[in-house]
């Protein structure tokens, strides 16, 4: 996995590439405490409705984009998304 820092909030993350329409992210930190934009989409119930940091979002995309984050080798490693 390539490691991520978001443009926005400098959280690290680590991710990995799996196809187009697949990408993993691992946070490394609890998501709601590392990244204000994480907690800012909060609910007053506890629930985040985002996946993931839009602005974290944003920089992958970047990173894809410039070449900086290519496909993975490595296989699917669960059916399904984790994003
Ligand atoms: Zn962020």
Redesign the pocket.
């Known amino acids: 996995m390539e490691s991520v820092n978001?443009n926005?909030?400098g959280?690290r993350v680590l991710v990995e590439k799996y196809s187009d329409a697949h990408t993993s992210i691992q946070w490394l930190e609890d998501a709601s405490t590392a990244?204000?934009?994480?907690e800012e989409s909060r609910t007053k119930d506890g629930r985040v409705f985002v996946p993931t940091?839009p602005?974290?979002q944003e920089t992958i995309d970047d990173l894809i984009m410039s070449g900086q984050l290519g496909l993975s080798l490595r296989s699917y490693p669960v059916p399904g998304r984790l994003e």
């Open positions: 978001c926005s909030c959280n990244c204000p934009e994480f940091c602005k974290l």
